[in-house]
């Protein structure tokens, strides 16, 4: 089954934020790393190669929200969200509404456009299992890449405090991105996603804390795992881990030593849910600084009812909470 958008997503493409604006062409912003003395063990290299981020961003460009009041003086976080399968950055922020959390903690926020597929559905290639059907093989990492560097490029970004969220296929790409750009990544908020299946494809070369939001009613990218193969559709896809597995996953590769404990604080995620049904576990024994989550809404679908403008907060929450070391 495809992640296709929901009427609620659609219908709420009528809102946009007055203070959003296009971004295009800025100059590439490459970091480099530095040597290791002669004499002492080689340290990891987390440099990213220079790429041409005003090239990328002119033939994609994205949008930037701009908090009112930013004062340009001092850095700001940065949130970068990937939509769902089908939609675009502006549907997918209507349903989200992080532009109200902006405003409200004063961090920049920006989204882009997935690539078109043949289907004509814009889409991320994240990971096997979502959502490059077609075989295009458009580098996202690199698209994210020339966002922040073009971000960077026009604004005081806090580099401790890059931030990145997605739902569906935006969430299968924020686990992607935390694989391949930990080293510029605080924390990633995940929204009906998952990570990769075979967890020998993420290799991230620091730890970054995981926040896996997951309802276990949902029938599209299933709580318990499953495929997005397809066969009737001609659709290869792949499996991807049930949403324990992917914390789990995260878990480990963070170095945590203790297990996912329930935490006994319930969220109220979904509006039209009774009472507050989201279950919040934790994973204890994480370094300092980092921590992988995962909240159930019990009886949540794939596209939750979500409580807004709430649930940007309680997102903003979990991520200004974890800066990068």
Avoid at 123 to 148: K, L, M
Avoid at 174 to 190: E, F, G, P
Avoid at 201 to 207: I, L, M, Q, S, T
């Amino acid at each position: 089954m495809k992640i296709l958008a929901c009427a609620s997503l659609i219908a709420a493409a009528a809102v946009a934020c007055s203070s959003s604006s296009s971004r295009g062409a800025a100059s590439p912003d490459a970091s480099t790393g530095d040597d290791a003395a002669a004499d002492a063990t080689p340290a990891i290299d987390t440099s990213l190669p220079p790429i041409d981020a005003a090239g990328i961003v002119a033939a994609r460009p994205y949008t930037l929200h701009v908090p009112p009041g930013l004062d340009a003086s001092k850095p700001a976080p940065l949130v970068v969200m990937f939509h769902g399968y089908s939609v675009t950055g502006a549907i997918e922020e209507a349903y989200l509404d992080m532009a109200s959390a902006s405003d409200a903690a004063g961090f920049l926020f920006a989204y882009g456009d997935g690539t078109v597929d043949p289907k004509g559905f814009r889409f991320w290639n994240a990971t096997d299992a979502c959502c490059d059907d077609y075989g295009i093989q458009v580098d996202d990492v690199q698209y994210f890449d020339a966002i922040v560097d073009d971000v960077q490029a026009g604004h005081s970004v806090d580099a401790r405090r890059i931030f990145v969220m997605g739902h569906s296929n935006g969430g299968f790409m924020s686990h992607r991105l935390a694989c391949d750009r930990a080293q510029r990544i605080a924390a990633i908020v995940s929204l009906a996603g998952a990570q990769w299946d075979d967890p020998t494809r993420c290799a991230p070369v620091e730890p970054v804390s995981v926040l896996e939001i997951h309802g276990d009613a949902d029938t599209t990218i299933r709580y318990a795992g499953g495929s997005t193969a397809n066969a009737d559709a001609g659709i290869v896809g792949g499996t991807y881990p049930s949403a324990h597995t992917t914390v789990a996953t995260w878990a480990q590769k963070n170095g945590c030593t203790g297990a996912l404990a329930d935490t006994g604080q319930t969220l109220d995620v979904d509006a039209l849910l009774p009472g507050n049904e989201t279950k919040v576990e934790t994973y204890g024994g994480c370094p300092a600084s980092i921590d992988v989550q995962l909240w159930t809404i019990q009886g949540g679908i794939h596209e939750p009812n979500l409580n807004r403008p709430a649930f940007g907060q309680m997102v903003w929450g979990f991520m200004s909470a974890h800066a990068r070391p």
